[in-house]
């Protein structure tokens, strides 16, 4: 009963969306219809996520390196993070505190697929290292695509208001996927009303959290009546309820900028 109240909750939401959808149509400005999809996608992440991870819209992603992550549409990021902003809150972000990427496309192809699934790898291969050590406590790592992490990866996921045949945007995927290591690879990818695509195990048919070396490619068509929000929803919850990150550094970001000069001692 608790399942079927659930779904058809997210049913009720899977049709506003789709309304809202509908209606960011009538917006004759590109960027204004796709800030505008953002945001929808952005409002259903704030409902389902984990209370400790924040989704958030207009934001860079820097490293201690230099990096600077490409544009992306939502990141979600540690609510610890310090609230870094510039002018019309756009805020900035240090790599160390983010969880995960989404990209959101009006309608996913090829050209669209490969734009998206480039900007997840850029971000993920983008170094976490500025964190305070914890003394006297058992490290913690993350297992993730293929490795054994001291951090928690960087997540990439797609979610498109319409595409391609899936099928065909799931050759694509593999296409891009094909000469890459796993730690590449976008986690998932959901298309409004069609399904989703995401890695699991040919021989037992479980999907995983995340791609690992050897995972085959599953197509999963939608419920008409749930479309992708269920399943979106748990995927999310699995996704990033154990999410975690050890006390951010922000001495390694200040480099060799002048932090003040000593100016005298006093010594007992």
Known sequence: MTAEKLGKILSSVAKRMHADFEQSQAFQHNGEAGTSREVLIQ???????????????????IAVNGDVSPQ???ILIDRGTPPFTSLQGFRIIPNECVYGMIEVKTKLDGAQLADACNKISKLRRMPKSAYRPISGVISRTTKAYGATHNHFPTSGMIVAFNSLNLETVGGHLMDWCRTRHPSEWPDSVWVVGKGHLQWGDSRTGALFRSPVPGASLFQVDADPDQDILLPLAIHLNIHFSDAWMNPLDLLPYAGATPLGTYARTWTI
């Open 43 to 61: 409002q259903f992440l704030s409902g389902y996520l984990p209370a400790h991870v924040e989704a958030v819209h207009n934001a860079e992603v």
């Open 72 to 74: 992306s549409d939502i």
